[in-house]
């Protein structure tokens, strides 16, 4: 089977392409490069340079390439901070994006897409741990551009017959084991990388944001997912719609929490180094815990995550920041 694969450059997409290339399976990947990293991509795969949301290049893409049979689509934004600023940048390039990918999907007649949702769809949910019944309500724009992305699939289902499946990611963290990929965002905002680039001695201190959530340590509670065992869930939910499954939404988490103390404390473990931290105040747009209840990835995709472990995903993102301290070293 041919994949095309959006967005392929970046953070969970590299790991995805690498993933299909050593299963054997046939990859295009198209990347603005505008977050994504070239170095990153898996040689084998075939790589396009452009925009997802310019139609006549995602035309002559999949002129060129008649056998690709599905998409998995990351090519989008991802930071709720920055989504809190600049709200219409978000809706831009990932709902309207992904309506103008829909039309070209729609012409070509390729009508199978993987997409990459998250738990920021769920805003603050009543019920903890979240499953997909859960009611969304985002409360920052990242979330909401991504939930009206699942609303317009569910429609373009029903009246085009674009069969999705949805992968609500919580937070991912960690790198590929032999430490040749991992994470690369600039400027980077993320909770794991930023603490190891303060125990590689890149960033001079972490600040936590925000010490009176309602929580155990009054920090806020994240669920961490290891982007190869997202890896996985993106290829088996590829054979599930090939198998001629209906549309579906998935969470994709390990249905444990840590608090962003707990992941200092683990990081400093995996380390030895003593990794300064300060208290500062509340970032916008945090809900105070995430935690997935996945059971339905595991039983409907047959989804076995590998890194159950926080201090396994640390271990594997800290090869990566030492043998990369600057990243792929291309921004
Ligand atoms: N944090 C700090 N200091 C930092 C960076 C982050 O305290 O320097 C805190 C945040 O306030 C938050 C936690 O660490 O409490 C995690 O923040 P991240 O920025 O690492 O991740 P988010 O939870 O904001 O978002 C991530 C992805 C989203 C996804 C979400 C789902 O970036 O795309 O997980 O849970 F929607």
Not at 29 to 48: C, E, P, Q, R, W
Not at 222 to 235: E, G, K, N, S, T
């Given at each position: 089977m041919t994949i095309l694969v959006l967005g392929g450059a970046g953070y969970i997409g590299s790991h995805t392409v690498d993933r299909l290339v050593t299963n054997g399976e046939k990859v295009v990947?198209?990347?603005?490069?505008?977050?994504?990293?070239?170095?990153?991509?898996?040689?084998?795969?075939?790589?396009?340079?452009?925009d997802i949301a310019d139609k006549d290049f995602m035309r002559h893409v999949f002129k060129e390439n008649p056998e690709i049979e599905a998409v998995i689509h990351f090519a989008a934004f991802s930071l709720v901070a920055e989504s809190m600023k600049k709200p219409l940048k978000y809706f831009d390039n990932n709902?309207?994006?992904m309506i103008k990918l829909l039309e070209v999907m729609n012409e070509v007649g390729v009508n199978k897409i993987v997409f990459s949702s998250t738990a920021a769809t769920y805003g603050i949910p009543?019920?903890?741990?979240?499953?997909?019944?859960?009611?969304?309500?985002?409360?920052?724009?990242?979330?909401?551009?991504?939930?009206?992305?699942?609303?317009?699939?569910?429609?373009?289902?029903?009246?085009?017959?674009?069969?999705?499946?949805?992968?609500?990611?919580?937070?991912?963290?960690?790198?590929?084991?032999?430490?040749?990929?991992?994470?690369?965002?600039?400027?980077?905002?993320?909770?794991?990388?930023?603490?190891?680039?303060?125990a590689a001695?890149?960033?001079?201190?972490?600040?936590?944001?925000?010490?009176?959530?309602?929580t155990a340590d009054g920090t806020n509670v994240?669920?961490?997912?290891?982007?190869?065992?997202?890896?996985?869930?993106?290829?088996l939910a590829t054979k599930y719609l090939s198998?001629?499954?209906?549309?579906?939404?998935?969470?994709?988490?390990?249905?444990?929490?840590?608090?962003?103390?707990?992941?200092?404390?683990?990081a400093r473990d995996v380390t030895g180094k003593e990794i300064p931290a300060q208290m500062a105040p509340r970032r916008g747009g945090d809900p105070d815990t995430l935690i997935?209840?996945?059971?339905?990835?595991?039983?409907?995709l047959g989804w076995q995550p590998q890194f159950d472990d926080i201090h396994k995903i640390i271990e594997t993102a800290w090869k990566w920041h030492e043998t990369h301290p600057n990243g792929y070293g291309d921004k």
């Open positions: 990947v198209v990347d603005n490069l505008v977050t994504g990293h070239i170095d990153a991509v898996n040689s084998s795969a075939k790589f396009y340079q452009g709902t309207a994006g009543k019920n903890i741990p979240i499953t997909e019944e859960e009611f969304q309500n985002p409360i920052n724009p990242y979330g909401e551009s991504k939930l009206m992305m699942e609303k317009i699939m569910r429609w373009a289902d029903e009246a085009n017959g674009i069969k999705f499946v949805a992968l609500r990611y919580f937070n991912v963290a960690g790198a590929k084991p032999d430490g040749s990929i991992g994470e690369d965002h600039n400027p980077e905002t993320h909770l794991l990388p930023i603490v190891l680039q303060v001695g890149t960033r001079a201190k972490l600040q936590i944001f925000g010490d009176d959530y309602n994240r669920d961490y997912v290891h982007p190869f065992d997202l890896a996985d869930a993106h290829i198998d001629g499954n209906e549309s579906s939404a998935f969470n994709l988490g390990s249905s444990t929490g840590f608090s962003n103390l707990e992941i200092l404390k683990a997935a209840a996945s059971d339905k990835a595991r039983k409907v």
